[in-house]
């Protein structure tokens, strides 16, 4: 399959300051990234949605001010959480598709978040 | 929207027993898949079945969509296969609640 490599795994960030999470497609084109949340034995819950060259749509009830998306090029998307409080410490986990060709989808390792 | 709803929640098993999860939707859905999340958090790719029956080891799978549901069997059950497993739909890849999979040696 597809390789999708997010990074950092893990931050620690103290409240206030913002944190920046890579997602890149190593092996095919993501036309399109899904940025997602996870809070501990929960399910996966999204958060936007981007296509390259666009601006992310984002899910209800998810504050796009807060939760920066960007999709500059159909490898690489990026999130940004601003202004950051112990309330997000979650798990993020993005995945991307390539939608011209295949539906499958591809999902990153994953980023813990912890907000100190 | 639509709803999933996946059974059983939790499942524990012996090692070498076979087991059958199930993903039910309240609607036709499209871009049917199956997840296992590791320990980890790793999501990994197991099956994108629309509909039919695909393979792949140990792991089979298969999609009924005029029925509205999803069967993903494991067979001769692993240590390492325990984690939890999602269905996820749609373009947007929506999630079931997951099936938490625990396997005793």
């Known amino acids: 399959g597809a390789v999708v490599s997010q990074h950092p795994s893990r931050v620690i960030c103290k409240s206030g300051t913002s944190v920046k999470i890579e997602c890149r497609s190593l092996?095919?084109?993501?036309?399109?990234m899904f940025w997602y949340r996870q809070f501990p034995k929960q399910s996966l819950m999204l958060m936007a949605t981007s296509n390259e060259g666009s601006k992310a749509t984002y899910e209800q009830g998810v504050e796009k001010d807060k939760f920066l998306i960007n999709h500059a090029s159909l490898t690489l998307s990026t999130l940004t959480v601003t202004s950051a409080h112990p309330e997000d410490s979650s798990f993020y986990i993005c995945?991307?598709?390539?939608?011209?060709?295949?539906?499958?989808?591809?999902f990153g390792q994953g980023t813990r978040l912890t907000v100190v | 929207g639509i709803q999933v709803e996946q059974s059983p929640p939790d499942l524990i098993l012996q090692e070498g027993a076979n087991s059958t999860l199930r993903c039910n939707f309240s609607?036709?859905?499209?871009?049917l898949q199956w997840f296992h999340q590791n320990p980890w958090g790793q999501l990994i790719n197991l099956f994108y079945i629309p509909s039919g029956t695909k393979q792949n080891g140990r792991l089979s799978a298969t999609t009924v969509a005029t029925e509205r549901y999803s069967l993903l069997y494991i067979s001769s059950s692993q240590t390492t296969d325990s984690g939890v497993y999602f269905c996820?739909?749609?373009?947007?890849?929506?999630f079931g609640a997951g099936t938490t999979v625990t396997v005793r040696a």
């Open positions: 092996d095919f084109q993501a036309t399109t």
């Open positions: 995945s991307g598709a390539d939608r011209g060709v295949n539906t499958e989808a591809f």
């Open positions: 609607d036709s859905v499209n871009n």
């Open positions: 996820a739909y749609d373009y947007k890849l929506s």
